[in-house]
Each structure stands twice: as structure tokens, then as C-alpha cells.
Nanobody
Framework: QVQLVESGGGLVQAGGSLRLSCAAS????????MGWYRQAPGKQRELVAE???????VYADSVKGRFTIARDNAKNSVYLQMNSLKPEDTAVYYC?????????WGQGTQVTVSS
């Protein structure tokens, strides 16, 4: 059984920073793509950032230059450093790990940015 456990969300003022963490356990390799998605109220879930096993990264245009994704294969974990946060970054953030024809999601962590 695969579990993804996220942490690090919270309430922050605009311009502040947060760091999200996602640790995987169970039968899932530390290789493969790791990613973060988010879903704001009334909106579809969208890609925030992904990092491949080779270290290549993809970012949503809205977070480029402000967010940084990183992975630690030894800990089977992925992180999202979020700087210069804006109210429009408010959403539930989900960790996503595709592995062997299955996509695993974390339970989500709330990020709220006040103006």
C-alpha cells in the first residue's frame, strides 16, 4: 500500500514563504516523476511543478521564479519551496506520484495567503 503524507501548509501573509513536504511510503520507488498540484475553490486541479527522475523540472507560468521543487530520493520525498506568495496561490496543494500505471495522490494540505 502506498501512502503520500504532505505537510507544511498553513496561513501566511502575502509576500511570505512556505515549504511543503511530501513523504512516500509503501511499494513505490523513489524514482519516477514527482509533482505538486493545487486546487482552489471552484477551480480545476492544476499542475504547479514537477521534477523527473533525471532532475528536469516543469513549472506553471504563474509560479515561475517564485516556487522551487526539489526531490530527495534517499528519503523518497519531494518538496516545494514557495516564496513571494500571493493571495491567488491560496489552494489545497496535493503531492502526485505516478508509478506503474497508477497515480497516487496525497491527502492535500491547505495553503492560505492573506492580503
Amino acid at each position: 500500500q502506498v501512502q503520500l503524507v504532505e505537510s507544511g501548509g498553513g496561513l501566511v501573509q502575502a509576500g511570505g514563504s512556505l515549504r511543503l513536504s511530501c513523504a512516500a511510503s509503501g511499494s513505490i520507488s523513489s524514482l519516477g516523476t514527482m509533482g505538486w498540484y493545487r486546487q482552489a475553490p471552484g477551480k480545476q486541479r492544476e499542475l504547479v511543478a514537477e521534477v523527473t527522475s533525471g532532475g528536469n523540472t516543469v513549472y506553471a507560468d504563474s509560479v515561475k521564479g517564485r516556487f522551487t521543487i526539489a526531490r530527495d530520493n534517499a528519503k523518497n520525498s519531494v518538496y516545494l519551496q514557495m516564496n513571494s506568495l500571493k493571495p491567488e496561490d491560496t489552494a489545497v496543494y496535493y503531492c502526485r506520484r505516478p508509478w506503474r500505471f497508477t497515480v497516487y495522490w496525497g491527502q492535500g494540505t491547505q495553503v492560505t495567503v492573506s492580503s
